[in-house]
């Protein structure tokens, strides 16, 4: 075959996966650039839904505007956060009333976490001192687990999550895990790891920022502990969109959260001196929840009505096995270096590359309308979003990517 052949075999190859592709048509359910842009960021900032700019409009002209403080009531915002999470629930195998949305997923992972220690101690005591944080977690993780032991009297040991199991003992209290990493993209076993840290007799946090959305997580089948994750990847909820909280229903009764604040109060209006936690998902709140954002989610998460969790992971894996074979077409070998897992199994829903210049190359990529993202020192970082990335697109950042590296190593940087 000759070399010209080989962009026109793989851009009609796109044109067949894109047309046998039973997610396509969801694209126009987001607002997005006709066909000048491939937005791959999504696992940064998911797109904007084209039910939101309608629905936060009504929430600001007519709920604020006029209906004002009526609208704790009659528009459903005091009980936002549990019928929110409620919605999301079944994107990440809950069943409802387990989920609250509210807050920052870093004021979540201090929540659960220090309140996962005051778990292991009620049955296992004070022996429990250690919590176990993955040593290649996002920073914020590790800087809320550094602190959440400080105040808890817990000592902090980063564990490569493979070595996990290894590291368990009755000194572990509780275990902060990431279930996609979010510079690899590899994807890490929720199911065995839980049940490892189960039988060492701690509990478990799960932070889900990158998978909720792209691949089923399951978290009560596998009887996780509490889970944290972010809404504004691929929940698509929009930036700075509140995070959620999940604590496993047989476990809600002993969840003592280190930010008690009236929200989550049994009786918030009660205005009592004392404080006495609510029962059920109520008990994750703090305080008055960000309505205008929060309710912005909630209609982003009309993109998901009537779409599987399981037909999103087929299109994920298809979208990302293609773009590697586009990439080996056009931008290998040995000019980038895959750091993302081959094997289905061990990869979420995006493409990390490192190469030189890595920073440099990005700049290039966008400016030609190509938009990922670049994380310190050497990751180009490519996120596939199933509901609005096509198989075209796949290929077509690829052909730009080989394109742009010759431009970048040839020097013409300027
Ligand atoms: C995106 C992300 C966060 C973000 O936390 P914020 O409080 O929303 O800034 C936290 N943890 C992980 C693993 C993430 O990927």
Not at 182 to 196: M, S, V
Not at 308 to 314: S, T
Not at 318 to 341: H, K, M, Q, S
Not at 356 to 385: E, Q, S, Y
Request: net charge negative.
């Amino acid at each position: 075959m000759s070399e010209a052949a080989v962009p026109d075999r793989l851009a009609s190859r796109a044109r067949e996966l894109d047309a046998g592709d039973e997610l396509a048509a969801l694209r126009a359910r987001f607002v997005l650039d006709d066909d000048d842009v491939v937005y791959l960021d999504g696992n940064s900032l998911g797109a904007l839904p084209a039910t939101v700019p309608d629905r936060v409009d009504d929430v600001v002209r007519r709920q604020w505007g006029r209906l004002r403080i009526r609208s704790w009531e009659e528009s459903g915002w005091w009980t936002a956060p549990e019928r929110i999470g409620d919605r999301i629930a079944p994107l990440v195998g809950a069943a409802a009333g387990q989920i609250v949305v509210g807050d920052s997923t870093s004021v979540n992972v201090f929540k659960a976490l220090v309140a996962a220690v005051r778990m292991a101690r009620e049955t296992g005591g004070e022996g429990r001192d250690e919590i176990v944080v993955d040593a290649t977690t996002f920073p914020t993780d590790g800087y809320i687990a550094g602190s959440a032991a400080r105040m808890t009297g817990c000592a902090l040991r980063p564990v490569e999550p493979a070595g996990v199991p290894g590291a368990l003992g009755d000194r572990t209290a509780a275990v902060l895990l990431n279930h996609v990493d979010y510079r690899t993209g590899r994807l890490h076993d929720l199911p065995g790891l839980t049940a490892a840290v189960h039988a060492a007799g701690a509990v478990v946090v799960w932070d889900l920022c990158h998978s909720a959305g792209a691949l089923p997580v399951g978290l009560d089948a596998h009887g996780v502990d509490l889970a944290v994750g972010c809404t504004y990847k691929y929940l698509n909820g929009g930036p700075g969109s509140p995070a959620y909280l999940y604590v496993r229903r047989d476990l809600q009764g002993r969840f003592d959260s280190p930010l008690p604040g009236w929200n989550s109060h049994a009786e918030p209006f009660g205005m009592r001196s004392a404080y006495e936690a609510a029962p059920g998902a109520v008990r994750g709140r703090v305080g008055t929840p960000d309505i205008l954002s929060m309710l912005a989610l909630e209609a982003s998460l009309d993109v998901w009505e009537g779409v599987g969790i399981d037909a999103v992971r087929a299109k994920s894996l298809a979208l990302t096995d293609f773009f590697l074979e586009c990439v080996e077409a056009y931008a290998g070998p040995g000019r980038t270096e895959c750091v993302t897992p081959r094997r289905h199994g061990e990869r979420g829903s995006q493409v990390a590359l490192r190469c030189p210049d890595a920073g440099d190359v990005m700049k290039h990529l966008i400016g030609r309308g190509v938009v990922g993202d670049f994380r310190h020192p050497d990751v180009l970082r490519f996120g596939f979003t199933p509901l609005y990335v096509g198989f075209a697109d796949a290929e077509r950042a690829a052909r730009v990517l080989g394109e742009v590296l010759d431009e970048v190593a040839g020097g013409a940087t300027a």
